[in-house]
Every structure is written in structure tokens, then in C-alpha cells.
């Protein structure tokens, strides 16, 4: 069954279609960003006993590992909690913060690198950020961004 079928057939059965975070594809983020750190960490200790941290590579192998210290923090966060989640139901779409299918101006294309693609949904009001799908909670974004143009059209005619 293609996965438009099986998302149609939730919405009609449950009223919502929920897409939980991809535990998956987080467990391996967060190793990914727990080896990338301990090396930087690493690399910045020995910096350090050598000859300190100074000039412009010193600041930016802090910086680097700040980053990377964030992104494993946000990875484990996001484990913890099973969140973002990304609800599809009568009313619109919610991750996070809800944006209602009258209030959505446009249904983007997935865009960007492979393991990195999402989908922005730009709402009406401009002064209002979009709301971003990723692969974090849906494997075929090529798919489902067809499918929320069509579920968008049926809440909406």
C-alpha cells in the first residue's frame, strides 16, 4: 500500500495522523555528534597543553565545539522527549505550534541535501515562520508533500 493510502486511512479512521520523531535516524545522529565531539574536545585539550588557545583557530575550535556540543544536547533532548511531533489533522498542521490549512499559503517541494531534505510549509501571514518537515519524522517527504497539498485541498474546497 502506498504510504498516501495508509496516511489517507489513518486521517479517516483516527481523525489525525501523527508523525512521531524517527528514532532511528536520532540514535544515529546523536552518534554522529557524540564522536564528533569527543574529537573536537580532544583536538581542543591538546591545543590547550601546547601552546593555549589563542588567535583565530583557537576561536574556532570552540566554536566548533560548541556546536557540536548543542547538537548533542538537542539530539538527546528530542530523544528524551519523542518530540517534534508532526500532526496532520482536520484543522492543519501542528509541530510545535499549529498552523491552520486556511492559514498555509504554500506547500513547498522537498529541498535540500540527501539526509538533510525538508519541507517548509509558509503560512499566509509572512510574519509568521514556517513550519519545517523533515526526514526526522517522515521518510518520503516527496510523497507526503503531495499528500498535505491534497488532504490541504479537501479541508479547504
Not at 91 to 96: A, D, K, N, Q
Amino acid at each position: 500500500m502506498p504510504p498516501a493510502d495508509a496516511w489517507n486511512t489513518a486521517l479517516d479512521e483516527a481523525g489525525r495522523v501523527v508523525f512521531p520523531p524517527r528514532r532511528g535516524r536520532l540514535y544515529l545522529r546523536l552518534a554522529a555528534f557524540g564522536l564528533v565531539t569527543i574529537a573536537s574536545l580532544a583536538t581542543n585539550l591538546d591545543h590547550l597543553r601546547a601552546d593555549g588557545i589563542t588567535g583565530t583557530i583557537g576561536v574556532l575550535r570552540l566554536t566548533a565545539l560548541a556546536a557540536f556540543v548543542y547538537g548533542t544536547v538537542l539530539t538527546l533532548v528530542q530523544l528524551i522527549a519523542n518530540k517534534p511531533v508532526v500532526t496532520i489533522d482536520a484543522e492543519g498542521i501542528t509541530r510545535g505550534r499549529r498552523l491552520p490549512w486556511s492559514g498555509i499559503a504554500q506547500i513547498d517541494e522537498p529541498t535540500g541535501f540527501t539526509g538533510a531534505r525538508s519541507i517548509q510549509v509558509r503560512p499566509v501571514d509572512r510574519r509568521t515562520r514556517p513550519i519545517r518537515i523533515s526526514l526526522d519524522n517522515v521518510e518520503e517527504l516527496d510523497a507526503f508533500a503531495h499528500w498535505i497539498r491534497s488532504v490541504q485541498t479537501r479541508y479547504t474546497a
